[in-house]
Every structure is written in C-alpha cells, then in structure tokens.
C-alpha cells in the first residue's frame, strides 16, 4: 500500500502563489508516476500536473491548458514528495486538490484519473478576488 498526504492549501488573493505537497509513504518503490488533480464546487475531478520518472534524474511532465505556464510539479526522490507550486492564482483555481500516484503510466494515462491507484484525501485551495 502507498499512503499519500497533500499539505500547503489555504486560502490566497488572486495572484498569489502556492505550493502544495504530497508526502508519500508506504511502497513507495511500487509507483514513479504522481499526478495532481483537483474538484472545484459543482464540477467533476480534473487533471492539474502529474510528473513521471524514467530512471535516473529524469522526469517528464504534463500540465492541464488551464495551468500550463502558471504551475510547475517537481519531485524530491529523497523526501519520496511531490510539488505543485502554483503562481498567478485566480478565484477559478478554488477546489479541493488531490495527489495521486501509479506505476509506468504512459503520458496520455498519466492525465486520467482513473488511471491511479492511490489517492490522498485532498487539501483545500480558496482564491479570493
């Protein structure tokens, strides 16, 4: 089993910055890939980031259009944790954010939610205008 631990939400004015983590523990050795995803009030779970790594100190990345640019994920192999640092926030960035993680997932099924196997219990972002 893997247990994962999101921390660092809050609430921030719009344009301001955050960096969430995601504290892993468990069998870690079972998953390279781990993806942040995020429900806003009334919506469905989205894709936000998710970051793989493919040996070595190599990583590959994917971001969501509504991010991309304004959001950076990044690994701590030896921490076994995951950043979402986000900048330039606005009150549609408002949701419950989720860390997951998986195995190998290719770049298309590292973007799906279903594609995951282990799930933290979220951290609350609020953006205020």
């Known amino acids: 089993q893997v247990q994962l631990v999101e921390s660092g939400g809050g609430l921030v004015q719009a344009g301001g910055s955050l960096r969430l983590s995601c504290a892993a523990s468990?069998?870690?050795?079972?998953?390279?890939?781990m993806g942040w995803f995020r429900r806003a009030p009334g919506k469905e779970r989205e894709f936000v980031a998710a970051?793989?790594?493919?040996?070595?100190?190599?990583?590959?990345?994917e971001y969501a259009d509504s991010v991309r640019g304004r959001s950076s994920i990044s690994t701590d192999s030896a921490k076994n944790t995951v950043y979402l640092q986000m900048n330039s926030l606005r009150p549609e960035d408002t949701a419950v954010y989720y860390c997951?993680?998986?195995?190998?997932?290719?770049?298309?099924?590292?973007?799906?939610?279903?594609?995951?196997?282990?799930w933290g219990r979220g951290t609350q972002v609020t953006v205020s205008s």
């Open positions: 997951a993680a998986d195995l190998n997932l290719s770049r298309s099924l590292m973007m799906r939610e279903g594609a995951y196997t282990y």
């Open positions: 468990g069998r870690t050795f079972s998953m390279n890939t």
């Open positions: 970051i793989r790594g493919t040996g070595g100190n190599t990583y590959y990345a």
